[in-house]
């Protein structure tokens, strides 16, 4: 009998001190680690191909713990610098277009004032959360930046400790040491961001000889060949097969090492430098995690793992961020962290600019009214498998209006034009049946010959092919819908004008401005 109500009174206590527990650990607000690396393309890590000779095991395991995302993207860039409106979109979660140094953004009431008040670094501080930050310098949001209360912000792209990715790792453990001897309990919002793998890509000797590349800068001369380097990529082309709107931008010509070469040594041992470089980040958050491990908050931190746009050296023919392949517009993305399902895969559709909305969330924190993103711990806490049936992707850094981009299920969508129209493409692609977007040329034999891989017939750009002319349709509009909500200032050649015409901030607004101005002039006179 004794026995019997025992084993009741146990059965009713339980489930009391499970309640009480799960009470303490919500009452402990969790602590957060974003961690986001300077021009990483998904594809070069294992979790996106798994035969990648890039060696990331604590990404690796970071994914074996948490949440691999295979539809992150960032929403695009105006200027040829795509870091910059990338992290603004970070920082503030809102949409491109609807940013501070968007075109015409301020002019046409797009954008409050003062939103670096109700940025990442601002809204956690004023929530309590203790806020540091290490990154690059330069295009990024400086006034955003400012808010963390301790700041380590320094470019570093060399190949020693002092020079490299180490420092930043080093400052976040310092950050760290300094809240463990002041016993701070306070929760903590860190921001760990790498200047690397961006060019210049000088890795450390050891890691650079480990993928088989040098750092190139002898112009005259290709890179020696090494069968330690990265193989080329699949989507490989020695050349883009038509004019994209920015085809002479920096990135595409100039980066020391690459320049305009698209040989199979010089893409070969830029990657090798690409993957030097990501290793080595991959080796300060393994540093980070077992300090966190150490102080006994790993457990109670969320750990986020992108990158502010990907990038393409040598894919499509392309070397730089100024393009919406998947290589380019989309980014890596891993969450672990408490109630996160351990090696959950998801498609998400997620941007960056969603993190504000998502972080706040999970520290139960209301999002600044200029927020624009929408919290995807749905998807975190296995409730939804996508946040977004839609996604848009923009590039007008050269010609106007430059690229677009939308996706929808297995779908995408993407136009260019030049300014003097000269030239115009649609490329409409199936991404599960041809992932890599294989166009034309990557059937040639020579590409072939080079890559080791033959495309499937299917696998092509699809937009002028009659089978698919409904989809085609059906993606026009989604694209153009989408640039109507977005305030997306350009329209292309076959698509409404919108009475958008000229764009109020492009020079045909300006002699208006100087008319009146000469106006003036002439009265004065
Ligand atoms: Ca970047
Ligand atoms: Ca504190």
């Given at each position: 009998m004794f026995t019997r109500l025992a084993l009741v009174l146990t059965?009713?206590?339980?489930?009391?001190?499970?309640?009480?527990?799960?009470?303490?650990?919500?009452?402990?607000?969790?602590?957060?680690?974003?961690?986001?690396?300077?021009?990483?393309?998904?594809?070069?890590?294992?979790?996106?191909?798994?035969?990648?000779?890039?060696?990331?095991?604590?990404?690796?395991?970071?994914?074996a713990q948490g949440m691999v995302f295979d539809g992150a993207y960032q929403m695009g860039s105006f200027s040829g610098a795509v870091c910059t409106p990338s992290r603004h979109m970070v920082m503030c979660g809102r949409t491109v277009w609807h940013l501070p140094?968007?075109?015409?953004?301020?002019?046409?009431?797009?954008?409050?004032?003062?939103?670096?008040?109700?940025?990442?670094?601002?809204?956690?501080n004023r929530a309590g959360y203790d806020t540091m930050r290490t990154c690059k310098q330069g295009n990024s949001y400086d006034g955003a930046n400012k808010q963390f209360t301790v700041v380590r912000d320094a470019t570093k792209r060399g190949g020693t400790a002092e020079t490299g990715s180490a420092w930043h790792g080093e400052q976040v453990l310092n950050y760290l040491n300094d809240r463990q001897s002041s016993k701070d309990a306070d929760p903590f919002l860190i921001y760990f961001g790498f200047s690397h793998p961006h060019d210049t890509r000088d890795g450390?000797?050891?890691?650079?000889?480990?993928?088989?590349?040098?750092?190139?800068?002898?112009?005259n001369e290709l890179p020696a060949a090494n069968p330690l380097q990265p193989p080329l990529p699949p989507n490989y082309l020695p050349a883009h097969p038509f004019e994209n709107s920015h085809l002479n931008v920096r990135d595409e010509v100039a980066v020391p090492?690459?320049?305009?070469?698209?040989?199979?040594?010089?893409?070969r041992n830029e990657l090798g430098r690409e993957f030097a470089c990501s290793e080595n980040i991959d080796i300060q958050i393994g540093r980070v995690l077992k300090k966190l491990e150490d102080m006994g908050e790993l457990d109670n931190t969320y750990i986020i793992?992108?990158?502010?746009?990907?990038?393409?050296?040598?894919?499509?023919?392309?070397?730089?961020?100024?393009?919406?392949?998947?290589?380019?517009?989309?980014v890596p993305f891993i969450v672990k962290g408490p109630g996160i399902k351990a090696g959950s895969r998801v498609v998400g559709n997620i941007y960056l600019?969603?993190?504000?909305?998502?972080?706040?969330?999970?520290?139960?924190?209301?999002?600044?009214?200029?927020?624009?993103?929408?919290?995807?711990?749905?998807?975190?806490?296995?409730?939804?498998?996508?946040?977004?049936?839609?996604?848009?992707?923009?590039?007008?850094?050269?010609?106007?209006?430059?690229?677009?981009?939308?996706?929808?299920?297995?779908?995408?969508?993407?136009?260019?034009?030049?300014?003097?129209?000269k030239s115009r493409v649609t490329q409409l692609f199936n991404l599960k049946e041809n992932p890599n977007e294989f166009i034309k040329e990557h059937h040639d034999?020579?590409?072939?010959?080079?890559?080791?891989?033959?495309?499937?017939?299917?696998?092509?750009?699809?937009?002028?092919?009659?089978?698919?002319?409904?989809?085609?349709?059906?993606?026009?509009?989604?694209?153009?819908?989408?640039?109507?909500?977005?305030?997306?200032?350009?329209?292309?050649?076959?698509?409404?004008?919108?009475?958008?015409?000229?764009?109020?901030?492009?020079?045909?607004?300006?002699?208006?401005?100087?008319?009146?101005?000469?106006?003036?002039?002439?009265?004065?006179?």
């Amino acid at each position: 009998m004794f026995t019997r109500l025992a084993l009741v009174l146990t059965l009713i206590a339980l489930p009391i001190s499970f309640t009480s527990k799960a009470i303490a650990a919500e009452k402990k607000r969790p602590n957060i680690l974003f961690i986001i690396a300077d021009d990483q393309s998904p594809f070069d890590l294992k979790i996106y191909t798994p035969d990648s000779k890039l060696e990331t095991p604590n990404i690796d395991r970071l994914a074996a713990q948490g949440m691999v995302f295979d539809g992150a993207y960032q929403m695009g860039s105006f200027s040829g610098a795509v870091c910059t409106p990338s992290r603004h979109m970070v920082m503030c979660g809102r949409t491109v277009w609807h940013l501070p140094i968007a075109p015409g953004a301020m002019q046409k009431n797009l954008c409050p004032p003062a939103l670096e008040k109700n940025t990442l670094g601002a809204v956690f501080n004023r929530a309590g959360y203790d806020t540091m930050r290490t990154c690059k310098q330069g295009n990024s949001y400086d006034g955003a930046n400012k808010q963390f209360t301790v700041v380590r912000d320094a470019t570093k792209r060399g190949g020693t400790a002092e020079t490299g990715s180490a420092w930043h790792g080093e400052q976040v453990l310092n950050y760290l040491n300094d809240r463990q001897s002041s016993k701070d309990a306070d929760p903590f919002l860190i921001y760990f961001g790498f200047s690397h793998p961006h060019d210049t890509r000088d890795g450390t000797p050891e890691l650079l000889k480990k993928y088989g590349a040098t750092n190139h800068t002898n112009k005259n001369e290709l890179p020696a060949a090494n069968p330690l380097q990265p193989p080329l990529p699949p989507n490989y082309l020695p050349a883009h097969p038509f004019e994209n709107s920015h085809l002479n931008v920096r990135d595409e010509v100039a980066v020391p090492g690459v320049w305009g070469n698209r040989d199979e040594r010089t893409i070969r041992n830029e990657l090798g430098r690409e993957f030097a470089c990501s290793e080595n980040i991959d080796i300060q958050i393994g540093r980070v995690l077992k300090k966190l491990e150490d102080m006994g908050e790993l457990d109670n931190t969320y750990i986020i793992y992108t990158s502010d746009h990907g990038m393409a050296i040598g894919r499509h023919g392309l070397q730089g961020k100024q393009n919406l392949y998947e290589h380019t517009w989309r980014v890596p993305f891993i969450v672990k962290g408490p109630g996160i399902k351990a090696g959950s895969r998801v498609v998400g559709n997620i941007y960056l600019l969603d993190n504000l909305a998502t972080l706040c969330d999970l520290a139960g924190i209301t999002p600044p009214d200029s927020n624009e993103g929408i919290s995807y711990r749905p998807v975190l806490e296995g409730k939804a498998e996508t946040m977004r049936q839609v996604l848009y992707g923009t590039y007008s850094g050269g010609g106007k209006p430059g690229m677009r981009c939308v996706k929808q299920g297995d779908w995408k969508l993407l136009k260019y034009e030049t300014s003097d129209g000269k030239s115009r493409v649609t490329q409409l692609f199936n991404l599960k049946e041809n992932p890599n977007e294989f166009i034309k040329e990557h059937h040639d034999p020579k590409v072939i010959a080079l890559t080791g891989i033959t495309p499937e017939a299917n696998q092509l750009n699809l937009a002028d092919d009659p089978k698919y002319a409904v989809k085609r349709k059906e993606m026009e509009a989604i694209l153009l819908s989408e640039q109507r909500r977005l305030n997306d200032p350009y329209r292309f050649w076959d698509q409404p004008k919108d009475g958008i015409g000229e764009v109020d901030d492009e020079p045909a607004a300006k002699p208006a401005r100087n008319k009146k101005k000469a106006e003036k002039q002439e009265k004065a006179k």
